[in-house]
């Protein structure tokens, strides 16, 4: 389906914009429904290679698909808009979304079904201190750079996140991979009392490895086309509307979390917090450690920086959040009362950018 909107586009991308600011709005908000389910179908094909590699590959397969679709998003949209923030604002919306939003529901509605949910808690720790580091070195320390030696500091940036992410996938899958991995108890099932397979448990339609790299990569060439349509849409239907300065940003970050929300929560509410753990705090190390190099080298080839900085209200926010982690995720166990801390800090989040702030 995606495909034939990509089609469609084509010819009717211009008589839609003749047609005014709501027709327009009509087709991005549109076409924001059908990036989020191709997203979706590129993320069950990567789940789908997860489960054929298993923990920790499996995650970080999940997670660097997300990631991608969300840098071929934002490079279009920069490419389209004038916002010098949209970069910042985008992983600071991310992040929010991914570590108050999925895993603080993930962790409440575990939490009220299952009570305890164990995990391995060296996962957390690593994750936290990754995020922190990351986020640090390329979001609040530009604050105090030289508006004259940007470029250096962003040359800096870039080999610093390599040399982060380059150490953090030697330890996910080498010799620390079992910090990211956890053994629940096997659970015995009862056998059929007859040899009928009719009576065991429906298998998933499986699908080759090759065919599903295939529906990735085509998959995340479509989004781009289809981020290419939205974007003019919204520029057009959103201008003189008074939307909020970071509305776009939230756009970006929720068509690329859209699929890790629904795997995060099944895993959760299957007492999986693991994989919970692995999605959330793994996407927002992604995002943070892998977007930041991408787009500040984009800045160097083009000239032109972008504001990395965050605002003082995005530097409290990142750090509640943060230290809330890292109290919670530091004992191997999260609960309901631990999950609604971070969601309640996401509706902060929602209610902070609804003020314009």
């Not at 993320?43 to 997670?63: F, N, W």
């Not at 949209?77 to 910042?88: D, E, F, K």
Request: proline residues 5%; glycine residues 8%; contains cysteine.
């Amino acid at each position: 389906m995606a495909a034939l909107v990509v089609v469609s586009g084509f010819f009717v991308e211009h008589s839609i914009q003749e047609m005014g600011k709501l027709a327009a709005m009509i087709a991005a908000v549109a076409l924001i429904g059908v990036i989020v389910l191709a997203s979706t179908r590129v993320a069950h094909s990567a789940e789908i290679l997860a489960h054929k590699v298993g923990d920790p590959y499996g995650t970080m397969i999940l997670t660097l698909s997300a990631v991608a679709v969300e840098v071929i998003i934002l490079a279009i949209l920069m490419n389209n808009s004038a916002s010098p923030t949209l970069v910042r604002d985008t992983i600071y919306a991310a992040v929010m979304l991914d570590i108050n939003g999925i895993l603080g529901l993930a962790a409440l509605l575990g939490g009220l079904r299952h009570g305890e949910q164990p995990y391995n808690d060296n996962s957390g720790k690593t994750y936290g201190v990754m995020i922190l580091t990351a986020m640090g070195i390329s979001m609040i320390v530009p604050e105090f750079i030289p508006a004259d030696r940007w470029h250096y500091y962003s040359a800096f940036t870039i080999c610093a996140m390599i040399a982060l992410y380059a150490l953090f996938l030697r330890m996910q899958v080498g010799p620390h991979s079992y910090f990211f991995s956890y053994s629940y108890p096997r659970q015995t099932k009862p056998k059929p009392a007859t040899g009928n397979a009719s009576h065991s448990e429906p298998e998933e339609p499986s699908q080759s490895s090759a065919s599903a790299i295939g529906v990735i990569l085509a998959g995340v060439v479509i989004i781009g086309v289809l981020a290419e349509f939205m974007s003019a849409f919204l520029d057009l239907g959103l201008k003189g509307s008074g939307a909020p300065p970071a509305l776009m940003a939230v756009i970006v970050a929720s068509i690329s979390a859209a699929p890790e929300i629904l795997t995060a929560l099944r895993a959760a509410l299957r007492n999986r917090m693991q994989a919970t753990v692995n999605i959330a705090m793994g996407a927002s190390l992604s995002t943070v450690i892998l977007t930041v190099p991408v787009m500040e080298g984009i800045a160097l080839y083009s000239g032109q920086p972008f504001v990395m900085a965050m605002t003082p209200v995005q530097t409290v926010m990142v750090t509640i959040t943060l230290i809330a982690a890292a109290i919670n995720l530091n004992d191997g166990e999260t609960n309901a009362i631990e999950g609604m801390t971070h969601f309640v800090l996401f509706a902060t989040f929602v209610m902070l950018t609804v003020l314009g702030l």
